[in-house]
């Protein structure tokens, strides 16, 4: 009996490590992605600001300038 509870303590001691180490990666990610959602917003002001007529629905063309 008293293996059995020191193979589940240690059991449970790799799972609270395990998750731990998780815990570390997921912040890390939601720091990148963080990074990542900035960088796609700056990029698409930038876009913007540099080409505004593409970025315009194509459903609403101007008439060609002769009409």
């Known amino acids: 009996m008293e293996q ?11 799972q609270e490590e395990t ?5 570390v990666i997921v912040c890390r990610q939601e720091l990148v992605i963080e990074a990542l ?14 080409s505004p007529s593409i ?3 194509s459903t609403q ?5 002769h009409y």
């Open 4 to 14: 059995r509870i020191n193979e589940l303590e240690m059991r449970y001691m790799q």
């Open 19 to 23: 998750l731990q180490e998780l815990n």
């Open 37 to 50: 959602r900035r960088d796609l917003s700056a990029l698409k002001e930038q876009f913007m600001v540099i």
């Open 55 to 57: 970025s315009r629905d």
């Open 61 to 65: 063309e101007e008439p060609p300038p």
